[in-house]
């Protein structure tokens, strides 16, 4: 029988000396994946983290439900870590059991695993790579909360620019009608003039009305985002420019990518989980009745050797499972890859346009001056009439409502463009939480 022990011992040993299966690997948590940019890495021409504008986003960010909540998933993950870990050290167990004549006999039983084919290792591996995927899903989660906010502060800062506008346009057009309802009142003016001032009127007072309610609606987003009624808005500064990067590093940077490469990486431990599952455990055991039993002396010690030999084939299918969701999720990393450089590619493009469009849109407005302060100047003279006037103001303040929306358009392209890569973290200084695999 020793004899006969010895042998399997060996052959467990040797077991334990094959290589891994080919193209999978346990996870090392002290690599850094290549795809993860190097620590301290500027990736910005200047920052914004010291503005009113930045402690804005990071308070919204730090007070968030889910920022609390993805805190406290990073450190649930670390947990299943040492749990995990725990399977390495000497296990205690206690146990009653009852003799033939009835008597109780406690058991106390130490076990400490010698040997699993790598079984711990891999499942070590897996929790180390989950809890590295969930605190790249928590940067992404902070990435987009960070530009949510930054959407909700431009979009209220526009809508009251815009209300404003239309307060300015309304009590214009109201001098110009009142004048025109004085000369009629008069004899001076005609009814077509009069009606058409009249509706110039109605339509400012529309659009007061249309812009006043974006406002509001525009106040409940920001309450659901900030949590509280707004105040005044700090100024949006530009965001910074990235540093000398190419498209596909921007792209590389990106959380959502990132998560995705981890999720892979995760696809594939579980591969070599499933493979090592069915090799043997070898354990050292030492028991003891206390005297109370049938162990000899009170207590024996020995070797447990535990080997799976059939198990209906769940086996093999986990295998081929683990390996069909990892061919799965290389699939959706290259599509997310894909739409990335999509959205990146328009989010520049549209940088561009928009800068363009804004700088034409602010010239319109510079010459649509010009042309009101024409046909007042013509009007004086008497060689134009009051629905000139109302003309060339309707014609300016569409060229300012233009410029407005533009200007808070390419605020928030430009922002969108750092929210792609990931950098908007770091330009905003929102604190992040620790690679728990560190």
């Given at each position: 029988?020793?004899?006969?022990?010895?042998v399997?011992?060996?052959?467990?040993v040797?077991?334990?000396?094959?290589e891994?299966i080919p193209?999978?690997?346990s996870?090392?948590?002290?690599?850094k994946p290549?795809e993860?940019p190097?620590?301290g890495?500027?990736?910005l021409k200047?920052?914004v983290a010291?503005?009113d504008?930045?402690?804005l986003?990071?308070?919204?960010?730090a007070?968030s439900?889910?920022?609390?909540?993805?805190?406290?998933?990073?450190?649930?993950s670390?947990s299943?870590?040492?749990?995990?870990?725990?399977?390495?050290?000497p296990q205690?167990?206690a146990?009653?059991?009852?003799t033939s004549?009835?008597?109780p006999?406690?058991?106390?039983?130490?076990?400490?695993?010698i040997?699993?084919?790598?079984?711990v290792n891999s499942?070590?591996?897996l929790?180390q790579i989950e809890a590295?995927?969930?605190?790249l899903?928590?940067l992404s989660e902070?990435?987009a909360?960070?530009?949510e906010?930054?959407?909700?502060?431009?979009n209220l800062?526009r809508n009251?620019?815009?209300?404003?506008q239309?307060?300015?346009?309304l009590?214009r057009t109201?001098?110009?009608v009142?004048d025109l309802?004085?000369?009629f009142?008069?004899?001076?003016g005609?009814?077509?003039?009069l009606l058409?001032?009249?509706?110039r009127?109605s339509?400012?007072?529309?659009?007061?009305a249309q812009?006043?309610?974006?406002?509001e609606l525009?106040?409940?987003?920001?309450?659901?985002?900030f949590?509280t009624?707004?105040?005044?808005i700090?100024t949006?500064?530009?965001?910074?420019a990235l540093a000398?990067?190419?498209?596909h590093?921007m792209?590389?940077?990106?959380?959502r990518l990132r998560t995705q490469v981890?999720?892979s990486?995760?696809r594939?431990?579980e591969?070599?989980?499933?493979?090592r599952?069915?090799?043997p455990?070898?354990?050292?055991?030492?028991?003891?009745d206390f005297d109370?039993?049938f162990?000899?002396?009170?207590?024996?010690?020995?070797l447990?050797?535990t080997?799976?030999i059939?198990q209906?084939?769940?086996?093999r299918?986990?295998?081929?499972?683990?390996?069909?969701n990892?061919q799965q999720?290389?699939?959706?990393?290259e599509?997310?890859?894909?739409e990335?450089q999509?959205?990146?590619?328009r989010?520049?493009?549209?940088?561009?346009s928009?800068?363009?469009?804004?700088?034409?849109a602010?010239?319109?407005?510079?010459?649509?001056?010009q042309a009101l302060d024409?046909?007042?100047?013509?009007?004086?003279i008497?060689?134009?009439?009051?629905v000139?006037i109302l003309?060339?103001?309707?014609?300016?303040?569409l060229?300012?409502?233009r410029?407005?929306q533009?200007?808070?358009?390419?605020r928030?392209?430009?922002?969108?463009?750092?929210a792609?890569?990931?950098?908007?973290?770091?330009a905003?200084g929102?604190?992040?939480p620790?690679?728990p695999t560190?």
């Open positions: 029988m020793k004899a006969w022990l010895s399997l011992i060996t052959t467990i040797l077991a334990g000396c094959t891994d193209g999978t690997q996870f090392d948590p002290t690599a290549v993860v190097a620590s890495r500027n990736n200047g920052s010291h503005t504008f930045a402690e986003v990071r308070t919204s960010v007070t439900p889910t920022t609390a909540a993805g805190t406290a998933n990073v450190l649930a670390k299943r870590i040492v749990a995990e870990q725990g399977a390495f050290l205690i167990e146990e009653t059991s009852l004549g009835g008597d006999v406690p058991i106390l039983r130490l076990s400490q695993i040997y699993d084919g790598g079984k499942r070590v591996g929790r590295r995927q969930t605190w899903s928590e902070l990435n909360l960070s530009f906010a930054i959407e909700t502060i431009v800062d009251r620019r815009l209300e404003q239309a307060r300015q346009n009590d109201d001098i110009l009142d309802q004085s000369r009142d008069a004899g001076a005609s009814v077509a003039d058409a001032g009249q509706g009127r339509n400012a007072e529309t659009e007061l812009a006043q309610t974006e406002v525009a106040i409940a987003n920001w309450v659901e985002v949590g009624r707004p105040g005044l700090p949006i500064p530009p965001a910074p000398g990067s190419s498209a590093e792209v590389e940077r990106s959380p981890a999720v990486q995760v594939q431990q591969v070599i989980v499933a493979e599952a069915t090799r455990t070898l354990s050292a055991i030492l028991e003891t109370q039993g162990i000899d002396d009170g207590a024996q010690a020995r447990g050797v080997v799976p059939y209906g084939g769940s086996s299918a986990n295998v081929k499972t683990a390996r069909a990892l999720s290389q699939a959706d990393e599509e997310l890859r894909r990335l999509r959205n990146l590619s989010a520049l493009k549209e940088t561009n928009i800068q363009r469009r804004l700088a034409t602010r010239r319109a407005v510079e010459i649509n001056e024409a046909a007042r100047g013509q009007f004086n008497g060689r134009s009439t009051l000139q003309d060339a103001l309707r014609e300016l303040n060229a300012q409502v410029v407005i533009l200007e808070a358009q390419a928030r392209a430009e922002y969108a463009v750092l792609v890569t990931g950098d908007i973290l770091d905003l929102v604190a992040q620790t690679d560190l």
